[in-house]
């Protein structure tokens, strides 16, 4: 069935660095959407990629979309302790509402 | 307006009972999905629900139940838990199939 893999597992920075988690589909997606999950709360949506070649930007944070529409990436620049949290990508494959998480990325930032 | 709410937050049973969790989409929505979250793990897709039918089913077995009624709401129904039920029970809602905005969860705990 179909999988999504995302990496690395964890990451620990320093405030100030930047940040790049990756995901990868093992079938091509319809669109493919992040969230980010703060330690004991539920997942909050950050955005929606749905073009081959798609690039977003919300801010500190990039989004991009991979030509074959089976990878993307969230890059985070200039972390901030306020970005503490996991990092899920989940995609999509046709429109059938069905949403596949990857494993996600969790973020420690020291201050 | 309130966002998706679920009941109870926590529970606690044992081997072999049944469990109702309960689901309120925020408002103006008309898709419910159910999702399982273990620890450390992303979340996984149990079932959607849309105009009260089971649209798409995820890889859980047929101890996995649900239903939505006229009001959008939804129930999951587990039977004969298991120990590895253990988990965070997320319901997601929204329109077609652009984002998902999840409730706060249900965490249980199958003693």
């Known amino acids: 069935g179909q999988q999504v893999m995302q990496i690395p597992q964890y990451q620990h920075v320093q405030e100030g660095e930047d940040f790049t988690t990756y995901c990868n589909s093992s079938?091509?997606?319809?669109?493919i959407q992040w969230y980010k999950q703060r330690p004991g709360g539920h997942p909050v949506f950050l955005i929606q990629?749905?073009?081959?070649?798609e690039v977003k930007k919300q801010k500190r944070l990039t989004f991009q979309f991979g030509e074959a529409k089976k990878n993307s990436s969230l890059h985070i620049t200039a972390t901030q302790t306020t970005d503490v949290g996991t990092y899920f990508c989940?995609?999509?494959?046709?429109?059938?509402?069905?949403?596949?998480f990857g494993q996600g990325t969790t973020l420690q930032v020291k201050p | 307006d309130a966002g998706v709410t679920q009941s109870p937050t926590h529970l606690i049973k044992t081997r072999g009972q049944q469990v109702t969790l309960r689901c309120s989409p925020k408002?103006?929505?008309?898709?419910v999905s159910w999702y399982q979250q273990a620890l450390g793990q992303g979340p996984q897709f149990i079932f959607q629900?849309?105009?009260?039918?089971?649209?798409q089913r995820g890889n859980f077995p047929d101890r996995f139940s649900g239903h939505q009624f006229p009001n959008y709401s939804s129930e999951l129904n587990v039977n004969a838990l298991l120990l590895g039920d253990s988990a965070l029970y997320l319901c997601?809602?929204?329109?077609?199939?652009?984002?998902?905005?999840f409730g706060p969860g249900t965490r249980l705990t199958v003693l």
């Open positions: 079938t091509t997606l319809s669109n």
């Open positions: 989940a995609g999509s494959s046709g429109n059938t509402g069905k949403l596949i």
């Open positions: 990629l749905v073009k081959s070649g």
């Open positions: 629900y849309y105009e009260e039918e089971e649209r």
């Open positions: 997601a809602s929204g329109t077609d199939y652009n984002e998902q905005f």
């Open positions: 408002s103006g929505h008309d898709t």
